[in-house]
Structure formats: structure tokens, C-alpha cells
């Protein structure tokens, strides 16, 4: 079998933004607690409750920017309770999810926002934080802002430099609800419309006024169809005609979000028993994203004509049915779950002009997690291993990639499967080429076609040995790590990779 792939260097699509790469980590089953704070249990290494053997694997990974409470508990939270004194927090319901080792509908507010703050700190990320809609006011919202951002000596800015932190935290992301359209409100597009607009009025007020050398950004909760994302734009616009042109810097009503988020999960049969027919329909199903990016672009142009306005995926990934509400969304981490890993960033870099974040649902132990927790240990995922693959791409300027490629189909799927995906970016330095052999069972050979002249090659590749069902545990992670591939030159002088089955590669091209 033999595929071939052409890079184009010189047809250029836009810098690929390294919160590509970003993640989310919510009040959710082992997320938080267990697999981020573990408080005063001594089991294992921690600084001020927080998980080191966890801390270590991300710090090592790099994460550019982490989002927080949520997701579902975002809506039901209320920021407050998680400062001051842990001993003087209240112990809320947990709404959505069963969570922590007890896996309990409950809210200790053990971990907080200063917790939060902190754990970013460690890991030199960038915070993202969601804002309760749902069931709350832009007055909390406005607190919290000011709480994390503010300088001035005000009875909220007294109170965390009390909770350890004198100094603003500078909380640059924020979103304004979380599928507010469904477990955020159940608002209709008409409405959410209203509620962005009230809250982000405020919002944007106090990063206009009490933080002018601030650089906030607003992020709004889109939806997966066109028909509820025209009427939330068309909805902003009202309320806005009688007059506040520039008044207070008000100005456009696009000015109140620099970022519309979509989320898309998938799944094709279990997470470890599945047949070689569901082996590919995920594929088909996880191309779905590319649709919801292309129909999200649209709207925004139509809409906000300026451009301004950046794309988020601030939830995406395999969503297997084992993984429930009961069971703090746990399952399996499969080879077959990082090569859709690797088939998303695909679709993003081929979007690098429209896609400003990404967020992995989620971090440690939840859905399609990049670490594992038990007691004692934590361990990287197969997506782990993409991550860091595809990490390498990030800041470079990602270019047109052309694959040949057989393709299946399958009915009932809105798109075909092609076998090897790929995608491409390029430096001043270096031209880095990533793909994916999706066969079941069968190696490829892939040949890569590139239009300018590099001195060195070198690439990995992952899950070599390792078939689609192949899952992570505490006893098999280091079997995941990547290992070395030759590469060979062609007559042509194009480059050849044989690929093992259900593997991802990365080649890299140096100029002397």
C-alpha cells in the first residue's frame, strides 16, 4: 500500500497558533480531584495540594493555556466559594458530575481560584476562565474579574492579596457561558444574544477603564448549526441601534467578543471493543470538525466582516458510550483515540487562519485525557504522545499539503476516510511534516514531495508495534513513547517513510 503526499512551502496558510494545543480541566470526576489536587494526602509528592508526578508530565508537554471550572459545572459555580480560608468553604452539589475518589454529586471548593491560578503558574500556562451564566449576573462576573485582574486597593483586591496573592493574576481569556444553549441555560440563540451582550457590556467596561493596559479577550458559546449562530449575531446587534456610537468606547457590538467557540465530540462503537469497520467510521465522524469550523468561518464573515473574531474549539475529542455522568466520564485511552488526535490537528492547521484555540476534553483522567492517575503514579496517554508529536508545529506557519491516498467510504457517514492524513509547517530553519497511516492492519509506504531544498531528514514515529485497541495503563505507558524511523531519498528525490499500521509519524527537514 502506498500513499503520496505533496507539501507546498511556498502556498502559505497562517501561523498556527501554539493555543492549538491548548487544554480543559473541569470539576469532573478524577479531573480535579485525584488527578490535579489531592489536598493533604501524603501518598504522593504535592505543593500546596497540588499533584507533582501530574504537574511534571504537563510540564513537560508545555500546555499553552488550560480552561476552567468547565464545561456543565461552569454555570452552576460560584467563584466565591472557592477563596479564603479552605476550612471556612462551603460544600456545594456538583450538578452535572460524579467526581473524586468518592464519586459523589458533590463540591468541596477545596480547589478554587487561587488554586487554579497557581497550578498555571507552575505550569507557565495561560488561565481560561468560564464564566457562570447560567445562573448567575454580570455583577459575580464583574467581582471575579476584578478579583484576578484588578490593581487598585478595593475590598475584592484586599481579599486576594489575604488569600496570598498580592499582585493582579492578569487573567487574559475569558468566556462568557458555556453551552448556554443547553446545560448552561437551555437559552434560545435570541436570548444568549441578550445575556452576551449584558455581561460582555460589563466585562468589556472594566478592561476599557480599570485595566486600559489589560489585554482581555471575550470568547461566546456557538453552536454546532448555522440557523443558531445567525440568530445569536443577528439578536447582538439589537439593543445596540439607539445611539451608543462611541460613547464610553462602546462603539460595535463586535467589539463585546474576539473569539466563538464550537465543540464536537465522537465516537464509533467502545472504547477497546470495536471492529474494524468502527475502527475507520470514527474517522468519518471525526472529520465532522472541519464542517463546524468551515460553517463557524462563514457566519463570522458574514457577520463580522472585520475578521477579528477567532475561532475556539474549546471542547473537542472521543467521547466513547463507557464514559458517564456516574462514572466521572472515564474509559480507555486507545492508539485509535490519538490517531483522531492527530487527524483534529490536521483539520486546525488547515484552518490555521481561522482557528485561534483548542481545547482537549480534558486534561487528567476525563474522556480523551493526556494523563492518568491512580493512587500512587501517573502515566502519559497514546494522545499524549501525539500532543507532543504535533506540538512541533506550533508558532510555525502551516502550508498547503495535497494527499493521495486510497479513501473508504461507509454508509451512513457524511465523509469518506482517506487512509494516511496529513499536515504540514515550516520555519526559517526547518519544514516539519506530520502524518498518519489509519490501515487497520497494513503498513504504507508514504512519499513526501516537498518544493524547496533541506539538507537533513529525521522522523519518529509512534505506536510502532502497538495495534488500534491498544490502550494505556500504569504498567505499559513507556510502550507508547516514540522510537526512530529511516528515512529514505528517492531517485526523485522525494522522501520515503514506511509507515507501521495505525501509526503517526512526524518528519522533520533541515536547511544546511
Known amino acids: 500500500m502506498s500513499s503520496d503526499i505533496s507539501v507546498h512551502g511556498q502556498r502559505t496558510v497562517d501561523r498556527i497558533s501554539k493555543h492549538v494545543y491548548g487544554h480543559f480541566a473541569e470539576h469532573l470526576g478524577r479531573c480535579i480531584y485525584g488527578g490535579l489536587w489531592v489536598g493533604d494526602d501524603n501518598r504522593v509528592e504535592t505543593a500546596d495540594g497540588i499533584r507533582m508526578d501530574t504537574v511534571s508530565l504537563l510540564r513537560e508537554l508545555g500546555i499553552p493555556v488550560l480552561r476552567w471550572p468547565g464545561g456543565c459545572f461552569a454555570d452552576d459555580y460560584h467563584w ?20 473524586g475518589r ?51 486597593e478595593t475590598d475584592l483586591t484586599e481579599r486576594r492579596a489575604e488569600n496570598g496573592h498580592p499582585e493582579p493574576y492578569g487573567v487574559k481569556y475569558w468566556g462568557i457561558g458555556n453551552e448556554n444553549w443547553g446545560c448552561g441555560g437551555r437559552f434560545a440563540p435570541d436570548e444568549y444574544g441578550d445575556e452576551y451582550r449584558r455581561f460582555a457590556n460589563y466585562l468589556r467596561g472594566f478592561n476599557n477603564h480599570l485595566d486600559p493596559d489589560g489585554d482581555m479577550e471575550f470568547i461566546a458559546c456557538g453552536h454546532l448549526t448555522d440557523e443558531w449562530n445567525e440568530a445569536f449575531f443577528e439578536n447582538l446587534e439589537k439593543g445596540m441601534e439607539f445611539g451608543p456610537g462611541t460613547f464610553l468606547g462602546m462603539g460595535s457590538p463586535y467589539e463585546l467578543l474576539d473569539h466563538f467557540s464550537v465543540h464536537r465530540y465522537y465516537q464509533a462503537g467502545s472504547d477497546t471493543d470495536f471492529d474494524e469497520d468502527q475502527h475507520y467510521r470514527i474517522f468519518a465522524r471525526t472529520r465532522k470538525l472541519a464542517d463546524d469550523i468551515d460553517r463557524a468561518a ?41 490517531l483522531t488526535a492527530a487527524a483534529a490537528f490536521d483539520i486546525m492547521h488547515e484552518r490555521a487562519d481561522v482557528i485561534s484555540m483548542a481545547n482537549i476534553a480534558q486534561t487528567v483522567n476525563v474522556l480523551q485525557c493526556l494523563v492518568e492517575t491512580d493512587e500512587d503514579d501517573a502515566w502519559k496517554t497514546p494522545t499524549y504522545q501525539v500532543f507532543d508529536l504535533y506540538g512541533g508545529h506550533a508558532g510555525n506557519t502551516a502550508v498547503e499539503v495535497d494527499v493521495e491516498s486510497e479513501t473508504k467510504t461507509f454508509d451512513g457517514e457524511a465523509h469518506a476516510v482517506e487512509m494516511v492524513s496529513a499536515s504540514a509547517s515550516r520555519n526559517d530553519e526547518e519544514l516539519f511534516v506530520t502524518a498518519s497511516n489509519r490501515r487497520y492492519e497494513e503498513s504504507e509506504t508514504i512519499e513526501i514531495d516537498v518544493d524547496t531544498e533541506y539538507s537533513t531528514a529525521s522522523a519518529t514515529v509512534l505506536f510502532d508495534g502497538q495495534d488500534s485497541h491498544a490502550y494505556s495503563r500504569k504498567d505499559n505507558a513507556e510502550a507508547f513513547e516514540p522510537e526512530t524511523l529511516d528515512v529514505e531519498v528517492s531517485e526523485d528525490g522525494n522522501y520515503v517513510l514506511e509507515v507501521p499500521p495505525s501509526s503517526v509519524v512526524g518528519l522533520t527537514l533541515e536547511r544546511a
Open 80 to 99: 466565591e466559594d472557592g477563596v479564603g480560608p479552605r476550612e471556612e468553604r462551603p460544600t456545594r452539589r456538583n450538578l452535572w458530575w460524579a467526581q
Open 298 to 338: 462563514a457566519t463570522l464573515e458574514e457577520y463580522v466582516p472585520t475578521g477579528d473574531v477567532g475561532i475556539i474549539v474549546d471542547e473537542w475529542g472521543v467521547w466513547h458510550p463507557e464514559a458517564t455522568p456516574d462514572n466521572g466520564l472515564e474509559q480507555a485511552n486507545t492508539v485509535r483515540d490519538a
Open 102 to 152: 468518592e464519586e459523589e454529586f458533590v463540591e468541596p471548593n477545596d480547589f478554587g481560584t487561587d488554586e487554579f491560578l497557581h497550578l498555571c503558574e507552575m505550569l507557565d500556562t495561560e488561565p481560561y476562565l468560564a464564566v457562570n451564566v447560567g445562573s448567575s449576573t454580570p455583577e459575580e462576573a464583574l467581582d471575579w474579574i476584578e478579583y484576578c485582574n484588578n490593581d487598585d
